[in-house]
């Protein structure tokens, strides 16, 4: 999109345009746009008709000047919102800050619910870099295991991939996943990361439509992720998530396939 807004930009200003490019700072300019742009429509309620290319774009973009040095992290304390602020950026706490306290923002979407090797993978294959953010650097509560050496505490991932923590006091166990004590966590590790790619991998089939055996699946992997994940654990919102997507869908399909059993029914409620 950036390409096409360039070669628009060179037909309006062809001056400036060429003295970007021979400058060699088109790209980084492009890239400094892409990472620090917050999306905005003009008026309030209104999808802005921006065609670029043949393609309906329902937002413009702009770089403030103070608003888009709000930093990343996965532990925010600003939301925001330029929909309906006529190309302001509104930004309000989330959390009581205090005077000398940095201001946060997520770059990521559902980043509270989101475990830390997918927010680190999104963020430097989107934003290119890698979060050191205190929530980063602290326990992976949106992952925990059951500790297989007390069987009272639960096991979190502190920081490093191969490193797990115990909450329990009794226990305070440390663990490598790698290490012949940690065979439990490699257990759980892999357990969990299956279910993950089932869930995903029908999720992704969704697009090609559903038939009798998707509700059931979906059903079958919330069943197992009661079973076998704490309720911390982000593969409950995954499940939940796929789950509902799917009743829509077979909700959909019945009032296509049967739309005057439905008129009936309506029609003999309301008498």
């Known amino acids: 999109m950036l390409e096409s807004e360039f070669r628009r930009y060179s037909l309006e200003k062809p001056l400036q345009a060429k003295q970007i490019a021979e400058a060699g700072v088109k790209e980084k300019l492009m890239r400094i746009i892409d990472l620090n742009a917050h999306s905005f429509h003009e008026e309030p309620g209104d999808a802005t008709s921006n065609v670029v290319d043949g393609t309906s774009c329902d937002a413009k973009g702009a770089i403030y000047i103070l608003g888009s040095k709000a930093e990343h992290s996965c532990a925010p304390n600003l939301r925001f919102n330029t929909s309906g602020t006529n190309g302001m950026l509104r930004y309000v706490a989330t959390v009581p800050i205090s005077r000398g306290d940095r201001v946060s923002i997520s770059y990521a979407k559902s980043v509270l619910q989101t475990p830390r090797l997918d927010r680190r993978e999104f963020l430097l294959e989107n934003k290119s870099f890698v979060c050191e953010c205190v929530r980063?650097?602290?326990?992976?509560?949106?992952?925990?295991?059951?500790?297989?050496?007390?069987?009272?505490?639960?096991?979190?991932?502190?920081?490093?991939?191969?490193?797990?923590?115990?909450?329990?006091?009794?226990?305070?166990?440390?663990?490598?996943?790698?290490?012949?004590?940690?065979?439990?966590?490699?257990?759980?590790?892999?357990?969990?990361?299956?279910?993950?790619?089932?869930?995903?991998?029908?999720?992704?089939?969704?697009?090609?439509?559903?038939?009798?055996?998707?509700?059931p699946q979906a059903l079958k992997y919330q069943e197992l992720i009661t079973e076998q994940c704490h309720p911390l654990h982000w593969l409950h919102i995954a499940a939940w998530d796929l789950g509902s997507i799917v009743a829509s869908s077979v909700a959909q399909c019945l009032m296509l396939l049967h739309p005057n059993h439905l008129l009936a029914s309506n029609n003999s409620t309301s008498a």
């Not at 096991?155 to 166990?173: E, I, Q, R, V």
């Open 136 to 215: 980063c650097r602290g326990l992976d509560e949106c992952n925990p295991l059951h500790c297989e050496s007390c069987n009272d505490g639960l096991l979190f991932n502190a920081g490093g991939d191969d490193k797990w923590c115990c909450t329990s006091k009794a226990c305070g166990w440390n663990a490598n996943a790698n290490a012949v004590e940690g065979d439990g966590i490699s257990r759980q590790i892999e357990s969990m990361t299956n279910l993950a790619n089932d869930i995903s991998f029908l999720r992704d089939s969704l697009q090609y439509g559903i038939d009798e055996r998707t509700l």
